[in-house]
């Protein structure tokens, strides 16, 4: 039933007549709660949730105080119970969630309770869009054969996503095929506006992955979370957060000709990083923002989690309007959309001065240069003209200075032993040129001739691959993806790319065989457009044919190379190269055997692949021959702004999007035979692709405090890691090898090796993920120094130099010794993609706390949410500082009755006997996560809490 908090409530009127009742946001500012109208629109939109969502139970008339009193600089010590709209999961994160909620159906049922209790309170939407591989490539069979081969290895999880949809009254699914979560989100699931019981209001949501963010480019509030949050916020329980700092990007000028809305994110990923808006709202206004479309403005919020930022959050203005008519939204909608915004006062790009920041920051889009990123990191932006010298500069560089530590020389040989260049400079390149970066001189370098005839042909990698040695070198680049929802959700850039490929085409270049090339669009809008501007024959002229609508290789899902390919990579411990317009580009996740990974536009894809390596300055050399034997340059080939305006009118069709979304069950058959078991308790069937889980095993109503003890006794370090382990090092991700515990976990349970798919499309069993937890390849543990994988010293009570071992072997071990275990970690410790996972499998390996430097927002969320202690070294400290090597014992006294970023102490007990103590911060930080921890997270705490009404 309505309230009337302050006076709130007001009614608007809609053109066809109708009247709705919403909660005013200028009432409060009557009240005197403060001068709403400067706060920054992302911070009123979450007031107006809170405002409406008033029961004075779960959120207070304080609450509704203290948002609209937000202050820009005040100490951040409240915290904001944010109901969501909605939320929106994707498959590798919603499967797991969903195996969740029948776990908790199934544990509810063991209580004798009802399964109904379980069941979203708010819409939720599934899209399947992780589970697509490129195993086939470069022809027009492609997609159709990844598909067969999806349905094939994910059979069993369909079948259960096919169960839910049926179990459960408001959850939704968008089949495979279909396209990116985030793509399908921004050009259809969002509506702008709710309606609900006569009630309208902004659309919010949270979203499994951390990308969720892009939806932030049309006004609406919303970012990423681990699954065990999302299902909270089913569930019924608000999102909680600390009150945010607000950071205002004021956007001036214009990009210049030639530079995309990919160097434009780039440039503003690297900034907001050095800026540190690590867990705040970043806001951006100004007129440059104004002149950005909406798909650059989503490419920008995107790619928040990259930046640090819970929101790269665009206000709603006429752009925003623009594009929900061109995406086929109708009229109704449109204009209940627009009258709420600005009968709020929402509607309109704020200009500088207008709204009272935390901070504000400035970019000139004229300022912005054609750039990549990486080769490890999104935030390390290169120009373009200095990738060359940059990769070779690493090529050099210590390991433990993010280098590769190999000899200089090599790779001066290799270059020019490959370009048959003379060696009068240090790595032959062309003379230097004046002229801008896109309209060049040219110089002296040539491109190689083909040196091996006999590359694999284009078709399922690792297989029909010639047995013959292979020429690959240093710097080849061996995988060219457009992908992602960063940069296929905008025509600009693909339009852009099949320009490039067009006149590639026609100058003559190719692209080498070897190098495996993919298209893998957001969604099915994007090859309708490329199709009627006829750019896509020249795409799949160069391999870049149609692989799957999802997140391919991005994710990892790029698929096995030729296996000669890789034989020779690993052989040759060669440092190859990937090109992907992705936002990801971490240690092993596209690859694991190729160890430089750049991001880059999707023209810029086109471009080196047709280099085939990242040892040329497209700056400063031709890319190659064309067919009249003549150098062909990068500006030769690179499209005008005013050629791609010229065919954006096929990307802005209503009707096609009307079409493209109004069935998906039109056409598929591989999804529409797709059955399953009915009912409102799952069975369980034997499968190593879904399991119950065991957080609900001898479940009680009552709190177990024995599981959080007061003290935490006679600890030892699972392992040691440095800065930056991300998620993608944590959390089970890309293939699962044969000898690994995972693998072998597999083969005993009957599993063929050319079966074992991938561990996001395992994600659903807790036997395999638990195995993979902290197995990535490139993961570092400290305590044995120089080794890569996910190894450590097991050290019984007896044996004090330690064991090495697998570091799930060595967890089960102390598990079953009743030793508790620690793991420490340098700065950044969490970062990457929102994957809960990465919080279950800590948990499962008996993990009570993590020690770290500092944290990614939701990777110390959700170690909460497992109850697993996240803490923090106090400035200054860290494990060099004082002088942790593993083979010690901890000590952590005080548990007992936790407060919200309290001071910890821990004791460390040396191998010589002395003892050393160090004060570290609980960075559990909220009120509600004290609560989640005592419960031993988040899915207890709900259960109970459903159990008990």
Known sequence: MAHNLFNSLSTLSLSSGKALRFYSLAALEAAGLGTVSRLPISIRIVLESILRNYDEKKITEVHVRQLAGWQPKAERTQEIPFVVARIVLQDFTG?????????MRSAAARLGKGAELIEPLVPVDLVVDHSIQVDYYGDSQAMARNMEVEFHRNRERYQFIKWGMQAFDTFGVVPPGIGIVHQVNLEYLARGVHQKDGLVYPDTLVGTDSHTTMINSIGVVGWGVGGIEAEAGMLGQPVYFLTPDVVGVNLTGQLQEGVTATDLVLTVTEMLRRANVVGKFVEFF???????????????????PEYGATMGFFPVDEVTLT????TGRTDEEIDAFERYFKVQGLFGMPRQGEIDYSQELSLDLGTIVSSLAGPKRPQDRIALKELKSEFTGLFSRPIKENGYGKPAEILQNTYCTRDGNSAESSLCVAPDSSQSELALTPGSARNAVEMVNNHPTRQAAGTGAPAQSIGLHHGDILIAAITSCTNTSNPSVLIAAGLLAKKAVEKGLTVRKHIKTSLAPGSRVVTEYLNAAGLMPYLEQLGFSLAGYGCTTCIGNSGPLAEVIEETVVKDDLVCAAVLSGNRNFEARV???????????PPLVVAYAIAGTVLKDLTREPLGDGKDGKPVWLHDIWPGSAEIESMMKFATQAETFRRLYSDFTRDHPLWNNITSVTGRLYDWPDSTYIAEPPFFEDFSLEINRAGMPDVIRGARALAIFGDSVTTDHISPAGSIKESSPAGQYLLAHGVFR??????????????????????????????IPGSEGGVTLYRSKDDAEGKQMSIFDAAMRYIGDGIPTIVFAGKEYGTGSSRDWAAKGTQLLGVKAVVAESYERIHRSNLVGMGVLPLQFMEGDSVSSLGIQGNETFELPGLGNIQPQQEVVLVIYRQDGSRREARLRCRIDTAIEVDYYYHGGILPYVLRKACAL
């Open 323 to 326: 594009y929900f008519r061109q």
């Open 591 to 601: 690859h694991p055997n190729i160890r430089a990974n750049f991001l880059a536009s």
């Open 95 to 103: 499967v797991p969630l969903l195996v969740d909620l029948a776990a």
């Open 286 to 304: 100004g007129e440059g923002a104004t002149s950005l479309s909406l798909p650059d403005r989503a490419t920008i919020a995107n790619m928040a």
């Open 754 to 783: 050319t079966d074992f798919n991938s561990y996001g499309s395992r994600r659903g069993n807790h036997h395999i993920m638990m195995r993979g937890t902290f197995a990535n390849v490139r993961i570092r543990n400290l305590m």
